[in-house]
């Protein structure tokens, strides 16, 4: 099994070695590692890549691949198109990373171009089991809910492509934690990782092996 874990921070200040998207990517792939010590797991920072953002050339009708010299997308691309599991761990902020964005934006055309030709169509990476956990600087409850509604809603509704036809995913497919908590799941600020809840923790390993066993 491929694992592949995205973490969509963007944070160059000084002092920050390892951002808190990429913490928590760490972690879900320890656990997996736990679990799956034969599970090829890598982390795919963005922080790293410069890519650029659609200017809706339609190019990529025919070619299912950015040909508007994004080598960075589509290198980016080709990692989700290898992978058998991917993790999108987002920060909040205003209200998703840009490069994140720009991401989703190249993988909806990618999708939503040829589909207009075809109603059939479907991506490369459709039915990849696809968790989304996002975070950001607070912990309470009332605050983990925002981020599921600023931050794992819009991942979730990009993963469809076509709003129209969420009965079934025409790209990644999402997998959701419970009935409460159906995009994904929110954490609280890694850095109090050790004053997490038992449920919280709990939460988190639950979540990586529905992610996985999807």
């Avoid at 990429?22 to 797991?41: E, L, S, T, W, Y």
């Avoid at 997490?196 to 066993?213: G, R, T």
Wanted: with cysteine.
């Amino acid at each position: 099994m491929k694992v592949l874990c995205i973490s969509a921070s963007n944070d160059f200040k000084d002092g920050v070695k390892e951002t808190s998207s990429f913490i928590i990517c760490r972690r879900v792939i320890d656990k997996i590692r736990n679990g799956m010590p034969q599970a090829d797991c890598s982390i795919l920072e963005l922080k790293k890549y410069m890519p650029k953002p659609c200017t809706n050339c339609q190019k990529c009708i025919d070619s299912s691949r950015c040909v508007a010299g994004d080598d960075d997308f589509n290198k980016i691309y080709e990692q989700i198109l290898g992978c058998d599991v991917l993790f999108i761990v987002s920060p909040h902020y205003a209200p998703i990373p840009a490069k994140l964005c720009m991401i989703m934006e190249k993988m909806e055309s990618i999708t939503f171009n040829p589909w207009l030709r075809d109603n059939s169509y479907k991506s490369d990476i459709v039915g990849i089991p696809t968790g989304v956990i996002s975070h950001g600087a607070a912990g309470a409850d009332w605050a983990l809910r925002e981020y599921e509604k600023v931050v794992n809603y819009p991942i979730a509704n990009f993963l469809f492509t076509i709003p129209s036809s969420h009965v079934e995913s025409r790209q990644l497919k999402l997998v959701p934690h419970n009935d409460d908590w159906k995009a994904g799941i929110s954490v609280p600020p890694v850095k109090n990782y050790k004053d997490w809840s038992d449920l919280q923790i709990v939460m988190f390993e639950d979540y990586i092996n529905k992610v996985i066993s999807a």
